[in-house]
């Protein structure tokens, strides 16, 4: 697995907090902290290719199915017959109606959750149905503790892994530094903005080191210039080979967003779902959002769920 560079971070916890600067206080203004440039931005490295042919894909979804039973006893088939190859550094979407089960298909490859019949596979071996550790999840809806603060929100997960606890802490706060929240360490989640709290999610996840970052819808809350501004971060931490994450999946609604960031982007049918289509985004990096076949490639996808 693929470690984090610190290097540009170093010393930085041993600063002192910016203090009560305004330029933090709103959505746009959390986007240009520190000196104007986001911390992510530094990270950006070369642009990952996705496709190395002979190699094992690094997730495998066979044939997932899904079923729950309702209320009143009623079986529910959410997905049917799902298969899916995900290579080294790719970037993919899932689109689909909503309700089709998009986030059940996020859950069971994480493993939050069984699939009714099919397995995962990480790297030619079967995920054993719990909570895989080379992955972690961002929630459309942040999923924070208002109770803890952000760095105690950030070093949760951590927990679980048997790190020392101050090992936990500096970790935790070269992150939060890199996600452009520093001077945040101690305030809670009710202090920060929508665009502040997802930074908080992001820093969450990616403190764990994960192969796989997971993503469900986690710009849709956000306002149009916080989530562009988070789109660019995501797309530099995923761009850089010498730092976790290496393949992104996420799922949105936002089909344009879908094809700016992504190298495939998977079609769900309406429920119970299975694969429509995959389609490559075939567009050099770095793309300029007002590409042309962006639009084309949205109209094609956008097609292919109403
Ligand atoms: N724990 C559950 N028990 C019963 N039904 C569920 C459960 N979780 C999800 N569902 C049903 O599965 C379907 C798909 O849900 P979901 O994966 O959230 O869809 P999407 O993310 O595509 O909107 C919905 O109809 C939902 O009601
Ligand atoms: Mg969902």
């Not at 972690?136 to 924070?144: H, I, T």
């Not at 109770?147 to 939060?176: A, C, Q, Y």
């Not at 819808?217 to 989530?227: G, H, M």
């Not at 530099?236 to 495939?264: C, F, G, Q």
């Amino acid at each position: 697995m693929k470690t984090r560079k610190y290097a540009h971070v170093k010393d930085s916890y041993n600063e002192s907090p910016p203090g009560n600067n305004n330029n933090y206080s709103d959505e746009r203004g959390d986007d240009y902290v520190l000196d104007g440039t986001p911390a992510l931005m530094k990270n950006f490295d070369n642009v990952p290719k996705p496709f190395e042919s002979g190699s094992t894909p690094l997730l495998e979804l066979k044939n997932i199915a899904k079923e729950y039973v309702d209320d009143r006893g009623k079986k529910i088939v959410v997905l049917n017959g799902i298969n899916l190859s995900i290579n080294h550094h790719e970037y993919i979407s899932i689109v689909g109606p909503s309700g089709g089960g998009k986030s059940t298909l996020l859950r069971i490859i994480m493993g939050l959750e069984t699939c009714t019949t099919g397995e995962v596979l990480l790297k030619g071996e079967p995920l054993k149905g719990k909570v895989d550790p080379h992955m972690a999840m961002v929630f459309q809806s942040f999923g924070l503790f208002p109770w803890l603060t952000v760095v105690e929100n950030v070093e949760f997960g951590l927990e679980s892994n048997h790190i020392p606890k101050d090992e936990r802490r500096k970790k935790s706060l070269n992150i939060i530094q890199e996600v452009g929240l520093e001077g945040f360490e101690n305030a809670y989640p009710r202090e920060l903005s929508g665009g502040m709290k997802q930074r908080v999610g992001i820093a969450r996840a990616l403190v764990l080191d994960p192969e796989v970052l997971l993503m469900d819808e986690p710009f849709s809350s956000l306002d149009p210039l916080t989530a562009e501004a988070l789109r660019e971060e995501i797309l530099k931490v995923w761009s850089n080979r010498l730092t976790t994450p290496d393949v992104v999946i996420m799922v949105s609604h936002n089909v344009e967003e879908a094809v700016y960031l992504s190298d495939r982007v998977v079609v769900l049918s309406h429920r119970p779902a299975s694969v429509v289509k995959e389609v490559h985004i075939d567009i050099p990096r770095p793309r300029e959002k007002r590409d042309t076949s962006i639009y084309d490639y949205t109209d094609q996808i956008t097609t292919l769920i109403a």
